[in-house]
T-cell receptor, first 114, second 115 residues
């Protein structure tokens, strides 16, 4: 049972345009969400996070939106750059469950074309 | 500061063998988590160690085990290897327990191939 779902396996956008990566979750106890970026042959690197007390968090070109009622979050990258091409993982955790382990989605491959 | 290091980077084993993977966290980090990454399942949590104690465990069979040493270095062991164990094994470290406000830093992974 996938508690964190990234339903689109891949996305291709043109350089300079917006990339929107989506993530859905089923566990209502999740209260912290993170995005990781992974290049081939490297481990995932932390990108941006959001707590459930917020609905938006922005860091430079990256903005994460959280819709708690829909159990949905999205990562916006504006403007997209070729160096953003990577696999993006959405992850979630629950501070109330007594277990802080991160639950990851399956990842989505973003390709930004020059 | 040096990042998370994992050894070996690549490993080829045959079914039935056992394997030990090693992870050295970032200096000062006390929590080490292990993940398995496969194309079909994405990143799946194996277990987390903090101060030499296993704090959390994912849904993996008992063939998967680990330990953490007093210097926070961690090892993961898989016994009686199966073909389905072929995956990228990632280690991540964080200052305290992995979770809501503490960023995890990942190593490059160990690519295990079981023949």
């Amino acid at each position: 049972d996938q508690q964190v779902k990234q339903n689109s396996p891949s996305l291709s956008v043109q350089e300079g345009r917006i990339s929107i990566l989506n993530c859905d979750y089923t566990n209502s106890m999740f209260d912290y969400f993170l995005w990781y970026k992974k290049y081939p042959a490297e481990g995932p690197t932390f990108l941006i996070s959001i707590s459930s007390i917020k609905d938006k968090n922005e860091d430079g070109r990256f903005t994460v939106f959280l819709n708690k009622s829909a159990k949905h979050l999205s990562l916006h990258i504006v403007p997209s750059q070729p160096g953003d091409s990577a696999v993006y993982f959405c992850a979630a955790s629950s501070s109330r469950s007594g277990s802080d382990k991160l639950v990851f989605g399956k990842g989505m491959k973003l390709t930004v074309n020059p | 500061k040096a990042g998370v290091t994992q050894t070996p980077r690549y490993l080829i084993k045959t079914r039935g063998q056992q394997v030990t993977l090693s992870c050295s966290p970032i200096s000062g980090h006390r929590s080490v988590s292990w993940y398995q990454q496969t194309p079909g399942q994405g990143l799946q949590f194996l277990f987390e160690y903090f101060s030499e104690t296993q704090r959390n465990k994912g849904n993996f069979p008992g063939r998967f085990s680990g330990r953490q040493f007093s210097n926070s270095r961690s090892e993961m062991n898989v016994s009686t290897l199966e073909l389905g164990d072929s995956a990228l094994y990632l280690c991540a470290s964080s200052l305290t327990v992995a979770g809501s406000t503490d960023t995890q830093y990942f190593g490059p992974g160990t690519r295990l191939t079981v023949l």
